[in-house]
């Protein structure tokens, strides 16, 4: 049986919104496409995946 999720509000549900917020846009655009890169390597590594194969440069 699922629990139903905390619910906050007021002041605090504010400060841990901005705190969440602060923490997601705190990281740079270059880490982003950084990591972003990273997951296209590993997904391309996948041998069942489905839909067109990326296209090697050459």
């Known amino acids: ?3 139903q999720p ?3 509000e007021g002041t605090e ?3 841990r919104f ?3 917020m602060k923490k997601v846009l705190s990281v740079p655009h270059s880490e982003v496409k950084r990591r972003i890169e990273e ?3 590993q997904a ?3 041998p069942n995946k489905r ?3 990326p296209k ?3």
């Open 39 to 41: 997951h296209k390597k």
């Open 13 to 15: 549900a504010f400060t």
């Open 56 to 58: 090697n440069k050459a």
């Open 6 to 8: 905390e619910m906050i």
């Open 1 to 3: 049986m699922k629990s």
């Open 51 to 53: 839909g067109p194969k």
């Open 44 to 46: 391309a590594l996948n």
């Open 18 to 20: 901005q705190t969440a």
